[in-house]
């Protein structure tokens, strides 16, 4: 039994201190009653508000004002009516629960190694039946306007057993896809993972483990694997439907966000990160229901004190409705009977580790554990039975108390609501699973334990049936049928399904951007300016100016954007309710409701959150967006990696700009600041796309490109392009160069020394090199190329490189080729540049060497890739390039002597 005095600051609040004087508690509960009577709401808030303020200034403890008891936000006399019919809505979620269960323990009956889960469906099985019963919208495939948009919900991952167990009895998942759980390779009409750029449309038989819309582009909409990715870009998701609403791009009235995470996975700093954001926007299209089961995988999340009580007090000081759904209908005549709150007391001094022994064990247990503490409650439960108490269900498992709480969230206006549910893990499992410390990795149960799920779900399932752990499926004309199709009816469709129908956007072509293409006449410009001017020009464009979204993370100042602040306003859910410090400029700081750039503050994780949002507004939305995420490169992949590996999950769209590029670049920073390894991870992500061009004309051939590719085409690729914060003059394309710029490299400079050799009548054999040069490092590469003629006599041709890692999917896709087509090879497009070229090759980036390195095995002869490798530093840019020997005079140093060892 807890000591109470033995319990920490942090559980101190959860104590429910013994009454000393009741009569005189009694005595002020009347006046303070009296007083609302006559004086209303307002007046007691604000006598509330003196008291608590007179209370501190005579060094009087508070009580944790942001928690309320452990017991049920909506009291009975508010609870609505359960509008459907409770047994068959029993029946249906306990067939759910079987085919979820029966699909892991046959998978890993066949395959061991496939594992699954069972025990966090199993807590959360109520949850989401209700809510596919009476609350989750559909919307139609294309533009989802208004209320009939349909809903979009972020399931807890590891429960889309129970998703793809209710779809098969809607008819929309086979039983060989069930049979195909978690084998997603050998199925009819797949293809081996592309991993070279051919195979995108990856689209197999099996089911993934998780949601997942690349693996089932048909089915999932959010991929919720990683922990915490899903609950924020849940809330982003929600900002991003009033964004398109404040904008009059979209009505997104109406449409909710359903985000189901577990308890355990609110210990993410993601899951946390956008509740600010939240409540400050008055989000109230966005419901979060917590999977309190009081375990993550482990054990308990918080033994020693109350996780409920712990969200409770975060969710509602960051300022959202809190709901919490504790305890089923069974306890309200506990609660009624309940007058000294001893009942409440008890509840209060329980830890989670004990409510975890308490799901554990059986009702004998129970009594004599919790309900025989006080004499009270002892008498309190004497007429129940140990079954009646061990049928006293949590509030996530009452399907009357969880339509209460959806009911109450759903028409709550404001604010965004969290439903604490409190649940049992492996709830039904018995003594096999449920509580049970290890139940999270339970996935074979003998036959006696599903025996045992059979009669406790009383399902009609025979021995036979169970020893085969044969999935079930009811006649279509069975009540239990009907009623579920009904109800998706009447709710509008069938989910989740994902749409991909959209319409293809008109964009500008290459012509339009001539003053880009036409160079800058000698002006220094960074590549950076010339992506602002020319995001400034699409924003411009009648057709598709609308659908650009600027999203920056409070760098758009760094990267010379802060004139897109007037011009195009920064959104705000509120309007600009102040007169900006500089209201008297040309180009004021100005936040509108109908603002178009996203301005997410020092918030990398909400800012690429927010581009998803975006990216996947052509599927969630029906409605193609293009946003734009400028950030400094180095807090990109490498700080928020997980979340871009999210929106290649998620078939995101657009353009993420890693400006501020490059490790010697961006000179005087050092470490931390500057990245060197963006491209090699962006390389291992298959649809992303990425460039790292150093001349203007290069940068608006692959933006238009990319626009192409991602509006018109609708293919499901982002892109990832490097932009630099050095000046130089920009040239003019280069005729001929598109293709090259696209496919990865072209020739820039062709030695003036090449073929004298020859013309002199092949006396002297001039000696040959090929510079290839990426990003800025370009430059140093064309200075190299004069060095190495002017004092070493060495023919030098220079190559743009804007894509490595193009370069490289390329070769890999040509090996994949010529392995198939012994008959018919081709030719990578590095080896179609080189052929003829003539080693040594020579390649440096402001990258680590393996940057470069990607392509080694397709350039012909000897190959020395020079890069950035080490920890960044702080000097001028020259001293860096000299130190990481990426500057013109280490390249042509690398260059001789390479052309020596060729001998
Ligand atoms: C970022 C990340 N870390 C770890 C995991 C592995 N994982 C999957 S489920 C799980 C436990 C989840 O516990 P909880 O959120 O409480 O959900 P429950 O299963 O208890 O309903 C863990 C650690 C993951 N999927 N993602």
Not at 677 to 705: K, M, R, W
Request: glycine content about 10%.
């Amino acid at each position: 039994m807890t000591d109470l005095s033995d319990l920490g600051s942090s559980a101190f609040w959860r104590v429910n201190p013994r009454d000393s004087d009741p009569q005189e508690t009694r005595e002020w509960l009347d006046a303070f009653d009296a007083m609302v009577e006559a004086e209303g709401r307002e007046r007691a808030t604000y006598l509330l508000r003196r008291l608590l303020d007179h209370a501190r200034k005579r060094q009087v403890q508070l009580p944790p004002v942001l928690n309320t008891p452990y017991r049920n936000s909506v009291g009975l006399a508010d609870q609505p009516q359960f509008p459907g019919d409770l047994e068959i809505e029993q029946r249906l979620s306990s067939i759910v629960r079987w085919n979820a269960l029966a699909m892991v323990v046959r998978a890993n009956r066949a395959y061991p190694e496939l594992g699954g889960h069972i025990a966090s469906y199993a807590s959360a099985a109520d949850l989401f039946e209700v809510g596919f019963n009476h609350f989750f919208r559909a919307g139609p495939a294309g533009e989802k306007s208004g209320n009939d948009g349909g809903d979009l919900v972020y399931f807890q991952p590891h429960s889309a057993t129970g998703v793809y167990s209710r779809a098969f009895l809607e008819g929309r998942l086979s039983e060989e896809q069930l049979a195909h759980y978690r084998r997603e390779t050998g199925t009819a009409g797949d293809a081996p993972p592309a991993g070279v750029g051919s195979a995108l449309a990856h689209k197999g038989q099996g089911l993934s483990s998780y949601p997942h819309p690349w693996l089932m582009p048909d089915f999932w909409q959010f991929p919720t694997g990683s922990m915490g990715l899903g609950p924020i870009q849940a809330i982003y998701q929600a900002r991003f439907m009033k964004y398109l609403a404040g904008r009059g791009i979209l009505d997104t009235a109406g449409r909710k966000v359903w985000a189901f995470p577990g308890d355990g996975e609110m210990d993410e700093p993601e899951s946390l990160a956008g509740l600010s954001l939240a409540a400050r926007e008055g989000l109230d299209n966005l419901i979060v229901v917590v999977n309190c089961n009081l375990q993550r995988l482990d054990g308990p999340v918080r033994g020693n004190g109350s996780v409920i009580q712990e969200l409770e007090g975060l969710y509602a000081g960051a300022g959202w409705n809190v709901v919490k759904l504790l305890w089923g209908s069974d306890w309200d005549s506990l609660f009624a009977r309940d007058e000294d709150g001893v009942l409440l007391q008890r509840l209060h001094e329980t830890v989670d580790g004990e409510f975890q022994t308490y799901a554990a064990t059986d009702g004998r247990f129970n009594r004599e554990h919790f309900f025989n503490k006080y004499p009270e409650l002892r008498s309190l439960v004497a007429h129940m039975s140990d079954d009646d108490i061990d049928r006293l269900r949590r509030g996530g498992h009452d399907p009357v108390k969880i339509y209460a709480a959806y009911h109450t969230a759903v028409h709550h206006r404001g604010q965004p609501t969290v439903i604490l549910a409190q649940t049992k893990k492996g709830y039904g499992m018995g003594h096999w699973g449920q509580g049970k410390m290890t139940t999270h990795g339970q996935k074979k149960l003998d036959v006696e334990a599903l025996r045992a799920f059979r009669d406790r779900f009383s399902l009609p399932l025979s021995d036979e049936d169970i020893e085969q752990v044969r999935f079930f499926k009811p006649a279509a004309d069975a009540p239990e049928m009907k009623y579920l199709h009904a109800r998706r009816q009447a709710l509008g469709g069938y989910l989740p399904a994902r749409s991909s129908v959209a319409p293809k956007l008109a964009l500008p072509a290459l012509a339009q951007f001539a003053k880009i293409l036409e160079g800058s006449n000698g002006r220094e410009q960074s590549t950076t300016m010339v992506f602002v001017q020319m995001l400034a020009q699409l924003l411009k464009d009648p057709a598709l100016g609308k659908r650009i979204v600027p999203i920056v993370a409070d760098e758009a100042r760094t990267f010379g954007m802060q004139t897109l602040f007037r011009q195009i306003g920064i959104y705000s859910a509120f309007g600009q309710l102040y007169e900006p410090e500089d209201h008297d400029e040309l180009l004021y700081y100005k936040e509108a409701k109908d603002g178009q750039i996203l301005e997410e503050g020092i918030n990398e994780a909400g800012a690429v959150s927010s581009w998803i949002a975006a990216a996947t507004s052509y599927s969630a939305h029906g409605m193609p967006m293009l946003p734009f995420y400028a950030f400094y490169s180095m807090f990109g992949f490498q700080r928020i990696g997980d979340l871009i590996w999210a929106a290649a999950d998620s078939r995101a769209r657009g353009f993420l700009i890693g400006a501020t590029a490059g490790r010697t670049t961006l000179a005087g920073e050092g470490l931390q600041h500057q990245d060197g390894t963006s491209h090699l991870i962006a390389c291992t992500i298959q649809n992303c796309v990425a460039y790292d061009p150093c001349f203007g004309y290069e940068l608006a051939v692959i933006l238009q490109d990319g626009m192409r590719r991602m509006l018109q085409e609708q293919e499901d690729v982002f892109y990832y392009v490097t932009v630099m914060n050095e000046n130089y003059a920009q040239p003019p394309l280069l005729a001929g160069a598109e293709e090259g710029i696209k496919r990865g490299m072209y020739q820039l400079r062709e030695s003036p020394l090449a073929g004298v050799g020859v013309r002199a009548g092949g006396a002297k054999k001039i000696r040959r090199v090929q510079l290839l040069g990426s990003g800025t490092i370009l430059r140093e590469a064309l200075a190299a190329a004069e060095i190495l003629e002017q004092q070493h006599g060495i023919a030098a041709d220079v190559w743009s490189v804007t894509s490595f890692t193009e370069l490289r999917r390329d070769g890999l896709e040509c090996e994949r080729w010529n392995r198939e087509h012994a008959d018919d090879p081709r030719k990578s497009w590095v080896e179609q540049c080189l052929a003829g070229a003539g080693a040594p090759v020579i390649a440096a980036s402001d990258y680590v060497r393996a940057v470069a390195d990607l392509i080694r095995g397709w350039v012909p002869g000897k190959y020395v890739a020079l890069g950035t490798d080490g920890f960044g530093r702080s000097d001028t840019r020259s001293a860096l390039r000299s130190y990481f020997g990426v500057d013109a005079q280490g390249i042509a140093q690398a260059a001789a002597r390479a052309t020596q060892l060729a001998g």
